[in-house]
């Protein structure tokens, strides 16, 4: 013979049980609607992040295209390029990729020299006053030669802008021009 439950009871020994099923139920249904909300918003955050450094990609690579498909694999393998998109002495740069190999970045010799010549002519300051003949011709894109006459005409007067710095034969005024917010005139490094 078949059993049916008493009208009310549904299975349940009493009200109260039946009250803390359904409060579970509606409790696990929000966690679960919580869950989905959270990891909804991570992928949008993921989403935002990966557009974010694909961009970051995109201006970095604009200052120098050929030499930075050299420096993304190496200095972007730990960081995004937010970490180096912003200028610094050259001996600023080169405490950096020091510290870089000390914490393991590797890259061949011909990689380095590349990763050098980007930031050199891409993001760093220079001190027309103070400058070696090595830095003024690597950051500057000059020759040896007119590095040397930056120097000598410097020790008689000093440049005080870029249009004098132009004033030296030699000196590519296309050149400088693009270096103009990074040229320093007798600034303390």
Known sequence: M??????????ATNGGEVKGNILT??????AGLALCAGLAT????????ASEIAALNEQ?????????????????????PS?????????????????????GAVAAPQQWDHIYKYFQHSLTLIDVNHADEDELSSVLGIDERTAIAIVQRR?????????????????????????KPRLLFDHPL
């Open 42 to 49: 991570i992928a949008l955050a993921q989403d935002d992040a």
């Open 60 to 80: 970095a690579a604009k200052l120098d295209p050929e030499d930075y498909r050299f420096v993304q694999p190496v200095c972007t393998r730990c960081h995004t």
């Open 25 to 30: 139920i509606v409790v696990r249904w929000g």
């Open 155 to 179: 020790a008689d007067r000093k440049f005080d802008s870029a249009a004098d710095l132009e004033s030296v034969p030699g000196v590519n005024k296309g050149l400088i021009e693009p270096l």
């Open 2 to 11: 078949r059993r049916f439950p008493v009208a009310g009871k549904c299975g």
């Open 83 to 103: 970490m180096f998109l912003h200028s610094r002495t050259w001996s600023e740069w080169q405490g950096v990729f020091n510290q870089m190999n000390g914490y």
